[in-house]
């Protein structure tokens, strides 16, 4: 078998392995924590008559592994349970929400990425000099701050001081596609500026590290233009590390969507979570991180492929 | 020695915050539940940052998030990294079986953000300070394992550890003497940036209401709380949310400075 | 004949912003006012150690400083016209057309991501020199005259599916494709193994001959520059120790530099009497955990008390290896080692404390070998206080006997090792092994990453150190002026195995077996002409077989 293949096999395989022991620890893990559900739905005062019936109706008493398989059993077939506090079903749930959340982080990585491949450039371009200079350090201050925090500051400089945006996002089933857009502006402002700052870093770091290779030099030796020697022989070399460097921060941006999207109460998937994690309903918390979880695997795996695929040592072997 | 501005800035500003935090109640001018004006009133002499959602002194508060936040930050990183450390170490120290046990289970864990599993365990645990400390410091100790042990790894394939054993030294003194002081100077500044860390997820914790619980209150706390005040233009959640800032931003520097003196020395004055 | 002058550099001076830690940066100069002429189709040598300053000019030839090095005054005519100054545009319509550029390593010279042939003709075709097609026939035309196996598709490899010797013939290959004027070629076989060097450096001047091209040869081995330079230029510290013709710099050379690096590896060491042997490796036989190679292959030498036993091969002969069998680190998988009349454990642990004591060991990268925390005192007394408990001021006096040893005065004890210069810290090194009263040190190429002048003081010293102690060393090197200059005895190793082993005298004189007679013969000699004899005695020999 060509060695790429063989490699981009085992990631494959490593990134389901990987997804399975996370669905282990997520759902047998916690359940061995010291805390019991039924308790917790019930609250302190409940009779322990109630709390057994609970119990059996929840299939508590059944043993871990035989719940474990019956949950990854259903979770396969697109069965995610009932909600424990309103008995909703939990797939038709994340159905609804799914989609505002990809839109959100959609439109983030729409506008932050080339963003940030471009700032990269130009902080590389101008390695210590002036606009390097200020793009590092206002992205070093950016890093800093948690995502809730630069959303205030955002909705403080945008709704308050410069009074050109509504503080809420709401997205309503039927609005159009620009109007939902000027609806989520302000969400996707925050979440372009706690993801770009990494990615610029990164891709900037990237880059230099191709640029001072021996064959830049060669190719400057050579008498090419400044843009021939990136296009020609920077780039093909950049792809690898700038595609890695932008799915891990598009990983990133996974988690940051569910702070701001509790920010600006927009009704999607991280304000889901967060909403039945205070409400202590397990089932819809387990199905929910299991997505998250997998959205992060998937394009961490992702980084990792294209780097075997862009590697020329490995695709063309001795 | 010369301590660069930025430096200068970042030790002083975090000096402060640390004075302010031991110093708590001296410094408060109010108790931390006292009702002590109306609702948002603006700066005055009562009230030097004016009060909260239910009329309670910021000031006050600030001073008492301070302690809450620094303390729970500070045990979560000091647990991360003794837990961290001491696991890397013994991991690449040992080699084998150890190692790999060790490290693969900390892939796993790193597989998920810290966010997700910290909200899918909090799901089931009550929120205390000892269970906050205990997730946070557990959670963030993957890191500080897998830099010690990247650290330790190639300290130990250096010729002068090989030169110690093959004098006769003994473990300990290959540990102690050799391998951690070497090793420390990339540990200190990793430790700046975990204090970070665990800084801005209890404080965005809190803010979810998963942190810290009344009657106590930490920065991020504060933010949830007059977060609704934003939309009648009362700033009130801008000053917690900027002293969050100011003390990421003021260990950074610091971390900053101290990771750049650890490299420069590394290249030696010779090279 | 003035438009016979190819290049013309005038009083340049060269400086650069050094960055020391802690302290704010400052300017520093590394070319102090060079001058230099060189007509077309000639070849002038630059020589010197680290820091001479010899890339720096070289480069300067193209008008480039490499990473922030400023070219600050002076003047560079090249064909004619002042360069220094010139703007972007005029330099780049230079490079590459007008001059062209070998560097020391080809690996990381070429592109990774694209083939060969297409970066070996990306200069003709956008400098406009010659169409697609041309380009490629005077690809391989030189490919085949560089002596490439393939020529015809060789260019369609990537970088990484050639060898290392290969890679640096494509890349002057890059540098003639254009027919510039001028070649700059930059320690081109310096990394290369010895007996790859002679056939890359053989296929370079031919090349040069060839073509007629001029070339600026910079190296630090005096020897290999003789065999391709019409001149040498010596520097030190950048300035111009000496310049002349080639016959006249390595046989009469003037200044006494220039006399220092001409008799540098011609130290010779007048070899002892054979004797009972201190050190026993018998039928050893090795290989790393989880591989099914063996890298020792039943290797039996032995080493008299006093005397000096030199392990001599190239990469991956295992010359290294059979060290770590010695001192227990890699435990043989058959064998035996006996040291003083008793058998010493195969592992490392199962090691008396005077086991470990008595044979020491001194490695290549003095840098690493010392622990960069620990003072000069602390590194030397600590096998005093380990092996004999010496403690305080007895502890520090001995310390400072040592350092009188290895000729490092007072004041030493308290730096640190990134205070020293490189020569120093494997004297430091040394003192560390002498500290233990060893009656073996097991030299790793211990004066490989030197200059010639300091490795040289180097071999002097465990020279003048074995006649006052009765050390036994176990030198392990690929060099064999080197060799010539220390061993009393000497093993040739060849993929693992010994190929040929006895007394200095015995091996170093023929009949030889055919690895020895390629490596012996592979060695550069400080003569013109040498080169071009070995090649032709090869060719006859292999058209005699």
Known sequence: ?318 | MRIPLSALIGLALTGTFLFVAIFTQWLAPYAIDDTTGGQWEGFSRMHLLGTDTIGRDILSRLIYGAQVTIFVALASSILAFSLGAFLGFFAATSGGWVDQILSRFVDLVMAVPSLIVALVILSVLPLNLTVLILVIGLLDSTRVFRLSRAVAVDITVMDYVEAAKLRGEKGTWIIFREILPNALSPLVAEFGLRFIFAVLFISTLSFLGLGIQPPLSDWGGMVKENKDGLIYGKSAAMLPAAAIAALAISVNLVADWILTRTSSLKGGRGG | MADNILLQIKGLVIGATSYPPGEPPKEVTLVHGVDLTLKRGRVLGLIGESGAGKSTIGLSAMSYGRGGVRLTAGTIHLNGREIRLADARALRSLRGREVTYVSQSAAASFNPAKQIMEQVIETCLSHGLASKPEAEARAVALFRKLGLPSPETIGNRYPHQVSGGQLQRCMTAMALCPKPDLVIFDEPTTALDVTTQIDVLAAIKEAIRDTGVAALYITHDLAVVAQVADEIMVLRHGRMVELGETGQIIKAPVQDYTKALVSVRSLDHVEKAPAAPILQVQNVTARYRGTSFDVLKNVTVDLPAGQTLAVVGESGSGKSTLARAITGLLPPSQGRITFAGRTLSADLAGRSKDDLREVQMIYQMADTAMNPRQTVGTIIGRPLELYFNLKGAERDLRVQELLDHIEMGKGFAARYPAELSGGQKQRVCIARALAAKPKLIICDEVTSALDPLVADGILKLLLALQAETQMAYLFITHDLATVRAISDKIAVMFKGAVVRYGQKSDVLSPPYDDYTDLLLSSVPEMEQGWLESVIAHRKMESAGN
Not at chain 1, 13 to 24: D, I, P, R
Not at chain 1, 34 to 57: F, K, V
């Open chain 1, 1 to 318: 078998m060509h060695p790429v293949l063989k490699l981009v096999t085992q990631r494959l395989a490593l990134g389901l392995l990987l997804l399975l022991a996370v669905s282990v620890v997520i759902f047998l893990g916690v359940e061995a924590l010291p805390g019991d559900t039924a308790q917790a739905i019930l609250g302190q005062s409940a009779t322990p008559q109630a709390l057994a019936n609970l119990r059996e109706q929840m299939g508590l008493n059944e043993p871990p592994l035989t719940r474990y398989f019956s949950w990854l059993g259903g979770i396969l077939t697109g069965d995610l349970g009932t909600a424990l506090t309103n008995g909703a079903d939990i797939a038709q749930s994340i159905k609804q929400r799914l989609g505002n959340t990809l839109f959100l982080a959609g439109c983030a990585a729409v506008i932050s990425v080339p963003l940030a491949i471009v700032l990269g450039l130009i902080a590389a371009r101008y390695a210590g000099r002036w606009p390097d200079k200020l793009i590092s350090g206002v992205t070093l201050t950016t890093i800093s701050l948690p995502e809730f925090v630069a959303a205030y500051f955002v909705i403080f400089l945008l709704t308050q001081l410069i009074p050109i945006f509504q503080p809420v996002a709401m997205v309503l089933p039927g609005m159009g596609f620009w109007a939902k857009l000027n609806a989520v502006a302000l969400p996707v402002i925050v979440l372009v500026m706690v993801v770009l700052a990494h990615m610029m870093r990164m891709t900037r770091a990237a880059i230099l590290n191709v640029m001072q290779s021996a064959y830049i030099e060669t190719a400057e030796l050579k008498g090419l233009s400044p843009m021939t020697v990136i296009w020609r022989h920077a780039f093909p070399n950049a792809i690898a590390p700038v595609v890695s460097v932008v799915m891990l921060n598009l990983a990133y941006l996974v988690v940051g969507v569910v702070v701001v999207e509790v920010v600006f109460s927009y009704n999607a998937l991280g304000q889901y979570l967060v909403d039945h994690v205070t409400k202590r309903d397990l089932p819809v918390v387990q199905a929910v991180g299991l997505i998250f979880a997998a959205v992060y695997i998937f394009l961490n795996m992702l980084a990792d492929i294209i780097g075997i695929l862009a590697n020329p040592r490995l695709r063309h072997p001795k």
